[in-house]
């Protein structure tokens, strides 16, 4: 299994504890046994899974694509640098048009691109009020001991500013809490090069891509399955396309992609994404793997049951993938859980990650571990019925590849 994770500035690290942790829970719930232990063999970051699921005995590697390095790098920006990508990043979904298509999609990734936006705004108001209040205390207090003109003005102006921009530190020092700074720093990522892939990404994708390739000439394997989630799914179908097209071994084990909770709108909606809807296009086609693509419309962080080359408007006439279907949290988790989690909508978007307390054939810890392929666990799965494939995006250009 290779694993692809979002825009994530946390070593890969956290997705194995999470594995470990989350598949003990579904392993219990579910009736079968799951171990996970550091990685043993050659390669990058990862972990080995030993299970036994409905009586058959299976062994997993796990490796992961690391660009937390990218991803931190990218939210370097000071406080003034991040309200300058504010502006940038939403001139660019405004001026392109991509925003008010992206509204006909999904309105609650639209909702959580915007709450950035709202939220560093309304930081901003909060610190030029306190601002205005020191400077006005300030004059009150010059004038109460005789003390007027330009000098106390300036002395209250100065010493509010100060103020504000402590606040917006304070705010910055929260944003555990708040999510603004990231959220900003990961649209503006998106958007940086209008839905082009930076030169730095597209070598670690490479890189990746061959770790795949080796993977596929392994005669051992019964499978090599690439997981995106979030983010790292728009990731994962260019890396895959790439190691399609380089052509695959004639006798090796199935290739599966399973991409979760994707965001593949934001980005392939945009003018320069070329090389995203051209990848889209050409995965759609392809009998050499199995792709399937799981979201939920209780994540509003993700474009749910939205089919993410259909809405590119990339869709060819022999397209085969992806089996778009629903996590469907509000069947899959009870009630109780449900009510938990449901307002918790950063979690909810981890949720594919983890375990389920009244799992439906959606089980990421059976897929990733467990005896059957991916087309052999969906064989003869139907589409979502309520999935979307209407095609939105006004910028519908492919490269040459």
């Known amino acids: 299994m290779f694993y ?8 890969p690290r956290r997705y194995r504890e999470l594995y470990r942790k989350e598949g003990a829970v579904q392993a219990k719930i579910s009736g079968y046994r799951l171990a996970v232990r550091g990685k043993s063999g050659p390669g990058g970051f990862g972990w080995d899974v030993q299970a036994e699921i409905d009586g058959r005995v299976t062994a997993a590697e796990v490796e992961v694509l690391v660009w937390s390095d990218i991803v931190r790098h990218s939210m370097t920006a000071t406080i003034p640098g991040t309200y300058w ?15 008010r298509r992206l509204m ?22 909060l610190a030029l ?17 005789g003390v007027h003109g330009s000098a106390s003005a300036v002395l209250g102006w100065c010493l509010g500013l100060s103020a504000g921009y402590a606040l917006l530190r304070w705010f910055k020092t929260q944003d555990g809490r708040f999510f603004a700074y990231y ?22 994708m490479a890189a990746f891509g061959d770790r795949i390739a080796a993977a596929l000439q392994d005669p051992d394997l019964d499978e090599v399955l690439v997981v995106g989630h979030s983010s790292g799914a728009h990731v994962g179908v260019s890396v895959l396309a790439d190691v399609l097209r380089a052509g695959m071994p004639q006798d ?32 759609s086609q392809r009998a050499e793997l199995t792709w399937v693509d799981v979201t939920a419309p209780g994540d509003g962080c993700a474009f749910a049951l939205c089919d993410p080359v259909a809405v590119s ?34 979690r909810l978007h981890f949720q594919y990650l983890c375990a389920f307390d009244q799992p439906g054939d959606y089980d990421y810890f059976r897929i990733t571990a467990g005896p059957l392929t991916l087309a052999e666990r969906f064989e003869g ?21």
């Open 4 to 11: 692809i994770p979002g825009y994530d500035p946390i070593h």
């Open 85 to 99: 990508q504010l502006l940038q990043t939403a001139w660019i979904y405004i001026s392109t048009g991509a925003l």
């Open 104 to 125: 006909r999609l999904r309105k609650g990734p639209v909702i959580a691109a915007l709450y950035p936006v709202g939220m560093l705004l309304l930081q901003a108001l």
């Open 129 to 145: 009020l306190l601002a205005w209040g020191v400077a006005q205390m300030i004059g009150l207090l010059a004038g109460a001991v």
């Open 183 to 204: 959220l900003m720093h990961d649209y503006a990522h998106a958007a940086a090069d209008k839905g082009a892939i930076a030169p730095q990404m597209e070598e670690r």
């Open 252 to 283: 090796g084990p199935a290739l599966g992609f399973l991409s979760l909770g994707q965001v593949v709108p934001m980005v392939s909606f945009l003018p320069r994404a070329q090389r995203l809807r051209a990848d889209l296009q050409y995965l």
């Open 313 to 346: 408007g990339v869709a060819p006439e022999a397209k085969r993938w992806p089996l778009v279907i629903s996590a469907a949290f509000t069947q899959t988790l009870s009630p109780a859980r449900w009510k938990q989690l449901r307002w918790r909508f950063f």
């Open 381 to 401: 799965r139907k589409a979502s019925r309520s999935r979307i494939e209407v095609p939105v995006s006004k910028f519908t250009s492919v490269a040459a590849r």
